[in-house]
Structures are given as structure tokens and as C-alpha cells.
């Protein structure tokens, strides 16, 4: 029996993480990294923590030069996650803290500071005001994961009451395709051209090989919804302000 060494990557990690709650996995992480815009030096706002799939993915994308905050309301989730980042070599990325975000916050030594913000609450609306304070003057991505569509639709609300735009809601499932040759006949028609005979010689049946993309038998189940919204910058949303203002004077 042979020893095998996997190389140290989010992959692997998500795989084989011990699960302290529902994880997110690698379709959903890739669409959630590339929506957000990360790149190295991205400044990232996570909440929850939970088993902390994504999160090594969020620090393998914004680092050396970025960082990403990630909270947690379950004291014991936050202080193991805390304790895997350090173990993995990865603890000055990130900073981890115990805080009901949807009551208090994010802090106020992150306001204006982030780039983007994800959220994989109960009722990720309750955090979206304060998302608002954290993202840049500039800007940002947001991003709210839940399984039902009914939280979908109270989220997208309380985005656009705040003036979120580009608000976008999407699911992803991975779907596995089996390349194959197959043979099909091809319809001879020249008998219609000749008397019909019995003593007609029998041809026999061309056929055309072509390559095929056969999909699974079952697909798969459903994981969770994946909602999108741009802020703008702070003075495009004030020119916004001010458009609204001016229609309703007209109305």
C-alpha cells in the first residue's frame, strides 16, 4: 500500500474539514469569489464562520496584502476556526471574532474599510444596514447565501430599500457530462425515386459517428441560493438620492 501527500488547498480542505455546521462547497465557493471581485489585497467582511470552508478560500484569494474578518455568534465555532487558521499558517490573514452581527454590527474599526461582504445568516436582512457602513466610500460587492427562497426574497427587499443595484439571485449545480461516439443512422430517401421491387438489392444502412455530450441520469439536489448587489459609490448614490427627489416632485 502506498502513502499519497495531497498538496495544502482549499479543495482538500473543504473535502476532509471536520463539519460543526453545513458547509459550503467548491461550485458555490468559485461563482461566490468571482461575483465578490476578490483579488489579492481585497479587504472581505464574512459572517458566519461556521465549519470555515469558505473562509480558507476567502484567504487564499485576498492574501498576502488583503484580509478578511470573519464572525461568528457561537463562541466555541469562532475559537476552533480561530485555532485552525493559526494551525494552517494562515492567521495573520485573518481576523476572527464572537459577535451577533445582525444586532451589533461589524465594529466600528470596520467602517468604510471593506471591499465586499458575505453573508450566510438565518436572516442575513437584519445585517444588511450595517453592511452598508462597512463597505468602502467607493464601494462594493455583497453577497447572501440561504437555502430558502423565502429569506431570498426578504434579502433582495432590504437590499433594494437601501439602494443596493445589480441585485441578482442565482443557484449553482454542477452537473457532470459523459463524452461519448454514437452512431446515427442516416435516412436513405432514393427509394422514393424507383418503382418499388422485389428484386431491389437491399443497401445496407449508412451511418454517421459523431461525439456526444450524454448528462447524468440524476442531477443533483439543491445546496442554497446565492444573492448578489453592487453598492455604488457614495456619490453616485447621492446623485441617485437626488434623481428620486426630483421624480417625486413631478409625480
Not at 448528462?215 to 448587489?229: D, E, I, K, N, S
Not at 459609490?233 to 416632485?249: A, F, G, M, V
Request: charged fraction near 20%.
Amino acid at each position: 500500500m502506498g502513502i499519497y501527500f495531497a498538496t495544502d488547498s482549499r479543495v482538500v480542505w473543504t473535502i476532509t474539514l471536520p463539519h460543526r455546521t453545513q458547509i459550503i462547497y467548491t461550485p458555490d465557493i468559485s461563482i461566490i469569489i468571482m461575483q465578490l471581485e476578490l483579488r489579492p489585497g481585497s479587504v472581505l467582511i464574512e459572517s458566519g464562520t461556521g465549519s470555515g470552508s469558505l473562509s480558507h478560500a476567502f484567504i487564499r484569494a485576498v492574501k498576502p496584502h488583503g484580509h478578511l474578518y470573519t464572525f461568528d455568534f457561537h463562541e466555541v465555532r469562532s475559537k476552533t476556526a480561530r485555532e485552525e487558521f493559526d494551525d494552517h499558517g494562515l492567521g495573520q490573514y485573518v481576523t476572527v471574532d464572537h459577535r451577533d452581527v445582525c444586532a451589533t454590527g461589524f465594529g466600528g474599526n470596520l467602517i468604510g474599510k471593506a471591499d465586499a461582504v458575505f453573508l450566510d445568516l438565518p436572516h442575513p436582512w437584519l445585517a444588511v444596514p450595517h453592511a452598508i457602513y462597512s463597505l468602502k466610500q467607493t464601494g462594493g460587492r455583497i453577497c447572501s447565501f440561504s437555502p430558502c427562497i423565502e429569506q431570498v426574497q426578504k434579502t433582495c427587499s432590504g437590499l433594494s430599500k437601501l439602494d443596493f443595484q445589480e441585485i441578482e439571485t442565482m443557484e449553482v449545480l454542477q452537473t457532470q457530462y459523459n463524452v461519448q461516439t454514437r452512431q446515427i443512422p442516416v435516412l436513405d430517401l432514393d427509394f422514393l425515386k424507383t418503382a418499388k421491387s422485389d428484386a431491389t438489392e437491399k443497401k445496407e444502412k449508412e451511418v454517421h459517428k459523431t461525439l456526444t455530450a450524454i448528462p447524468p441520469a440524476q442531477q443533483p439536489g439543491h445546496t442554497g441560493y446565492l444573492t448578489f448587489a453592487t453598492l455604488y459609490p457614495s456619490w453616485t448614490r447621492k446623485c441617485l438620492d437626488n434623481q428620486h427627489i426630483y421624480e417625486n416632485t413631478l409625480e
